[in-house]
């Protein structure tokens, strides 16, 4: 039996990345950025690793949906505003253009003969 490799696409979600203006935010909430960070449960060098990616070269860049929540919900208590909104004003998400990666598969399509 010869299984046929079929090119398909893995599309992963677009990277999240926190807004410019996020430092400012967080400062006239009434909050350093490290106890930002420590309310929100996250360390501090993870909030500086999104912050300046540059300066972090082993980071992949961006941050995955459940640190993007955990932002806002604690940004949107800080400022009494829900956190929804709160994510609409420091989060914003960018599609990578790397993401879409061709994969080979190894399994037959439906309809494939193996011989």
Not at 63 to 86: F, N
């Amino acid at each position: 039996m010869v299984l046929k490799p079929k090119a398909s696409r893995v599309v992963k979600q677009p990277r999240l990345y926190l807004t410019q203006q996020f430092p400012d935010l967080v400062a006239q909430a009434g909050l350093s950025l490290r106890a930002f960070a420590r309310r929100a449960g996250l360390s501090f060098s993870t909030i500086m690793g999104l912050l300046h990616p540059e300066l972090h070269p082993g980071r992949r860049g961006g941050m995955q949906r459940r640190t993007a929540w955990l932002i806002a919900k604690t940004y949107g208590e800080l400022t009494t505003i829900d956190a929804q909104a709160a994510f609409r004003l420091l989060i914003v998400e960018h599609a990578d253009a790397a993401s879409e990666q061709p994969r080979t598969s190894t399994f037959p399509e439906p309809g494939d003969q193996c011989a």
